[in-house]
């Protein structure tokens, strides 16, 4: 009778590898569905709650749509924004200025304007421009239905490094390190105390659009991929045309029109396909890149000024012979992590998405014997004359052009 007692692997006597526990692990990580169930049941509400996305969804017509209550949200939370932002941080200004350091001083007051920058500056562009994040999220909406006929044929890897960013960052380390703050430097003052929770509800309304930013790379890189697939296998059906068994110079002259007309169709749709994604994904970038210069800028600022702000912390504790304040350090050293980290999240994605744009045009020129027709010849070349002509490279305010590709590899 076979035992079950003992399967676990051996390895030189040494030590034993259990590979069911491996197994029972992998299997309790998020799957396809629940990654895409969390990020749009999860995600998108607390940004509608937010009004970084003042948008309801039909998932009955699959659309997005405005109503006149998230309007008036939105303009309830620009105001209430501009009343509270101010007090708050003149309040904590006045209590966490450093007299005797000038540059803490100085670091501090940009830091905290750029803040409130960055928050007004999103908020009003996203009300502002209402009618086309409308347009373009429906556009995104409609090709997401048009290339995938459901989540498990999307990619599974950009989703869950997506689900695995929220989940690390938004989730808990960044309540963590704001709670950490509290004991270790708010103390039990109520007036700071509510100042600083006014703090962490603007800096979360900046984490939020972060996610919102890279949720497009997100969308486009999807979108990108089911491209690129529909590509190759077109190219893959021309390339075993020539094989031993189809013999592509013994068809006859009708079938092989029939054959060049049907994959000329499917690259012409497929260049519009590349293009719609394209213009969509540029459009939600050029609306949205004023906030995220100030926010891109914040996050550089912020790792900066916490690398200073704990040195000089340091310093003038040793000098006055108190002890250091670990705690305080430690939330300081987090929210350096959250933004360091939310920068190459968002370097990584844009990156990846323009690997995936401009890899369209490799896959279209792969080689195949068979000659083809002048029409499905045509097709495949004004295919990528088109996209040699144009450049997938994300461009901020029409300023400068990021590399995003250059940014991840460094």
């Given at each position: 009778?076979?035992?079950?007692?003992?399967?676990?692997?051996?390895?030189?006597?040494?030590?034993?590898?259990?590979?069911?526990?491996?197994?029972s692990f992998a299997r309790a990580m998020p799957?396809?569905?629940?990654?895409?169930?969390?990020?749009?049941?999860?995600?998108?509400?607390?940004?509608?709650?937010?009004?970084?996305?003042?948008?309801?969804?039909?998932?009955?017509?699959?659309?997005?749509?405005?109503?006149?209550?998230?309007?008036?949200?939105?303009?309830?939370?620009?105001?209430?924004?501009?009343?509270?932002?101010?007090?708050?941080?003149?309040?904590?200004?006045?209590?966490?200025?450093?007299?005797?350091?000038?540059?803490?001083?100085?670091?501090?007051?940009?830091?905290?304007?750029?803040?409130?920058?960055?928050?007004?500056?999103?908020?009003?562009?996203?009300?502002?421009?209402?009618?086309?994040?409308?347009?373009?999220?429906?556009?995104?909406?409609?090709?997401?239905?048009?290339?995938?006929?459901?989540?498990?044929?999307?990619?599974?890897?950009?989703?869950?490094?997506?689900?695995?960013?929220?989940?690390?960052?938004?989730?808990?380390?960044?309540?963590?390190?704001?709670?950490?703050?509290?004991?270790?430097?708010?103390?039990?003052?109520?007036?700071?105390?509510?100042?600083?929770?006014?703090?962490?509800?603007?800096?979360?309304?900046?984490?939020?659009?972060?996610?919102?930013?890279?949720?497009?790379?997100?969308?486009?890189?999807?979108?990108?991929?089911?491209?690129?697939?529909?590509?190759?296998?077109?190219?893959?059906?021309?390339?075993?045309?020539?094989?031993?068994?189809?013999?592509?110079?013994?068809?006859?002259?009708?079938?092989?029109?029939?054959?060049?007309?049907?994959?000329?169709?499917?690259?012409?749709?497929?260049?519009r396909l590349h293009r719609a994604i394209t213009?969509?994904?540029?459009?939600?970038?050029?609306?949205?890149?004023?906030?995220?210069?100030?926010?891109?800028?914040?996050?550089?600022?912020?790792?900066?000024?916490?690398?200073?702000?704990?040195?000089?912390?340091?310093?003038?504790?040793?000098?006055?012979?108190?002890?250091?304040?670990?705690?305080?350090?430690?939330?300081?050293?987090?929210?350096?992590?959250?933004?360091?980290?939310?920068?190459?999240?968002?370097?990584?994605?844009?990156?990846?998405?323009?690997?995936?744009?401009?890899?369209?045009?490799?896959?279209?020129?792969?080689?195949?014997?068979?000659?083809?027709?002048?029409?499905?010849?045509?097709?495949?070349?004004?295919?990528?004359?088109?996209?040699?002509?144009?450049?997938?490279?994300?461009?901020?305010?029409?300023l400068y052009t990021v590399d995003f590709t250059?940014?991840?590899?460094?």
């Amino acid at each position: 009778m076979l035992s079950l007692d003992n399967f676990s692997v051996e390895t030189y006597g040494m030590y034993r590898i259990d590979y069911t526990l491996m197994y029972s692990f992998a299997r309790a990580m998020p799957s396809k569905r629940t990654t895409v169930l969390v990020i749009w049941k999860i995600l998108l509400p607390t940004m509608q709650f937010f009004c970084i996305v003042p948008l309801e969804y039909d998932s009955g017509g699959k659309r997005f749509y405005r109503t006149r209550w998230r309007q008036l949200r939105i303009a309830a939370h620009i105001s209430s924004a501009l009343l509270l932002i101010p007090f708050a941080y003149y309040a904590l200004l006045e209590s966490f200025m450093i007299p005797e350091s000038p540059l803490s001083n100085f670091l501090l007051i940009n830091e905290m304007g750029l803040t409130f920058l960055a928050l007004m500056v999103t908020l009003g562009v996203i009300a502002g421009h209402l009618d086309e994040i409308e347009c373009c999220f429906n556009g995104l909406a409609k090709l997401l239905t048009k290339c995938f006929k459901s989540f498990h044929d999307m990619d599974g890897r950009v989703l869950k490094s997506f689900f695995s960013k929220i989940t690390l960052l938004d989730v808990i380390v960044f309540p963590f390190t704001f709670a950490l703050f509290i004991p270790f430097t708010v103390g039990q003052n109520k007036l700071l105390m509510a100042c600083w929770l006014v703090n962490t509800w603007s800096i979360l309304q900046m984490l939020l659009f972060c996610n919102l930013f890279q949720s497009i790379a997100i969308v486009g890189t999807l979108l990108y991929k089911a491209v690129n697939l529909q590509i190759h296998n077109c190219i893959d059906q021309l390339s075993h045309l020539d094989n031993h068994e189809t013999r592509w110079h013994h068809f006859d002259r009708g079938l092989k029109l029939t054959i060049c007309k049907r994959l000329a169709n499917e690259i012409d749709h497929i260049c519009r396909l590349h293009r719609a994604i394209t213009r969509l994904v540029q459009k939600l970038v050029q609306i949205l890149s004023p906030p995220m210069i100030f926010v891109t800028t914040y996050q550089c600022l912020i790792i900066l000024a916490e690398v200073y702000f704990e040195y000089t912390s340091a310093v003038k504790d040793l000098g006055a012979g108190l002890p250091l304040n670990y705690g305080q350090w430690l939330s300081s050293f987090l929210f350096m992590v959250i933004n360091g980290l939310q920068f190459y999240f968002t370097a990584s994605v844009y990156a990846r998405m323009t690997e995936e744009a401009e890899k369209s045009a490799i896959l279209l020129n792969e080689f195949f014997l068979c000659d083809v027709d002048f029409r499905l010849d045509l097709s495949i070349e004004l295919f990528t004359v088109e996209m040699l002509h144009h450049n997938y490279k994300i461009d901020i305010c029409g300023l400068y052009t990021v590399d995003f590709t250059m940014v991840n590899s460094v």
